[in-house]
């Protein structure tokens, strides 16, 4: 077999009296008979150019399965009198929904996800939501994996389903505290949450009443109902700003009221308890900070500072207690709980104020299923590199805890068995930037080591140091995994990811070189052995690195890669495009148009030798149109001087994330791995 290649079609792309000729602008089609042809051809040679390690791949399949508690079930946790959990059997795909009155054994099956899934490709539950009185569940799902929900409605008193489905939204139904309405946003064409809709149970679809539509395209909107269940809250956001509408629970016909209209660069979120909410906003707070509003005056005016910002600290949540806060903060990049006391006249007591204390040198801490005000206990999750994702119960009087699960890791291993580090890289700015580390205990650090270094480096999204049962398989072979903490993230506070956005997304691509170049220069790996992986914006990562730097990467996985960048900012009718101007850019002012065209990975495809690449895509992805890595794949076999892997591989039934199924998944990651470790040599 020969390698495919693409025709040539040109398209000449105009912009501030610029052109650019798209050669490949034609595979945008997906329903053209030629596109899919052209698609399964790339499978095909990736079929070829894999099978000589073919039986290795289904091997570590089968090894990383191995690892998986195939029957096993979630902490279980108490709303409304009813105890929740969700269970798998042995050899499902799907988890099954299950719930049980509190001091009754009998369990009965909310959803079973296998039963449901059993005549589709792909499926995914998502947004499930049960009524007050307990009687009714109303879920979504998605069937072809572009996030496109259709609602259904369980009476969970005879099994049966209600008559009401509900297409086009994204999931999630809020009810009334009466259970007869039913609040849910819909997507526009380009697949924005753009209205919410009230729902009469019993009624056709087609007569849902709008009651909500969010006009600025640079805005979604979504619902959703507190902590407290007072409200129902109806939102708008975008990436600098946030904007939420009240309707009473109880009054599900009345007008929304509004509590603090939108203002450019003014974010916040709420949480309601008894006669007020807590705010945590960036109102005079960069790290963001806590305030507090009686719920009849919401308006900014009367907000009042709970929490002061903090330059070394970012404030990134609050849980509500009756007596206590639980604030999620990050400081040098680590995620910290903080148990702040409250007086009986609910002042915060700071100076009582104390710290979860945990010991690996990386890890990653979050509040779990609290929904409880009067509870004096806080459930929470904790994970490292080393150690799995476990869930505790801490008493917020007694500061005593319990391990209530740990992740269990079938086989052999061990957390002793693997060195977990937190180092700092300098990146040519002098920035130092984390780097969490993680490799099996014997692995010498002389520089001849294989290395995959993983990032992602956008939106704001803090890459945590977490736990992965599936790089066991990577650890055992002799690879170190590094997790590069780079600008674009939140990692460090908000200056992080305002210094790795817009027209400074430069230092995102520059610190992950950096990143690579220090782990070598620091004994950790070398240049023919030192591997890199992202995905989505993290594969924008992966292509602007292996323009800059081809020679540094031994070898390059781009996982659903956003790589057309300046061709998808100028079309608003892809989705997500209009709601990123904030994140990118808006190429339609010549200054960004320009500094996103000097990085965009497929625009910036050169003459020059490149590093054996892997992309995969999915054909039916929402959020990183398939055609981008079509495109780019086409596009560097075309240009590229040298004869490196380079190979394609298209999940036809699947978006952007991958397969549904639990063991399904496996399967991609086994994939990815196998390739990475045979171009280290060690695929067998």
Partial sequence: MNAPQAKKQPKTLSAHGHDRIDNYYWLNQREDSEV???????????????????SFEEDLFEEIKSRIKKDDESVPYTSRGYEYQVKYNTEDQYPIYTRRKVDEKDVSVLL????????????????????????????????????????????????????????????GGVWSADGKYLFYSIKDEALRPYKIMRHEIGQAPQDDVVI???????FRAFVYRGKSRKYIIIGSAQTVS?????????????EPRMFQARERNLEYGIAHIEDRFYVLTNLNAKNFQLMVVGEDHTEKENWQTVIPTRDDTLLEGVELFRNYLVLTERTNGLTQLRVVPLAEDKSVQLDDSYYLAFNDEAYMAYTGKNPDFDSTTLRYGYQSMTTPASTYDYDLETREQVLLKQQPVLGTFSPDNYVGERRFSESRDGTQVPLSIVYKKGTELNGEAPLLLYAYGSYGHSMDPYFSSTRLSLLDRGFIFVIAHIRGGEEMGRHWYEDGKLLKKKNTFNDFIDAGEWLIANNYTRRENLFAMGGSAGGLLMGAIINQRPDLWAGVVAQVPFVDVVTTMLDDSIPLTTGEYDEWGNPNEKEYYEYMLSYSPYDQVKAQDYPNLLITTGLHDSQVQYWEPAKWIAKIRELRTNDNELVMNTNMEAGHGGASGRFDAIKEVARDYAWVLNQAGLAG
């Fill in 242 to 254: 946030n904007e939420y509408q009240l309707i009473p629970a109880d009054k599900p016909l009345a």
């Fill in 36 to 54: 899919i042809d052209y698609l399964n051809a790339e499978n095909a040679w990736f079929e070829e150019r894999t099978k000589g390690y073919k």
């Fill in 212 to 218: 909500f539509e969010e006009k600025d395209e640079t």
């Fill in 112 to 171: 079973d996800v296998n039963e449901l899934a059993e005549p589709h490709d792909f499926y995914n539950v998502g947004g499930m939501s049960i009524s007050d009185d307990n009687r009714y569940l109303a879920y979504g799902e998605d069937t072809i994996s572009r996030r496109i929900y259709t609602i259904r409605i369980k009476d969970l008193e005879t099994g049966h389903y209600l008559p009401d489905v509900i297409p086009n939204t994204t999931g």
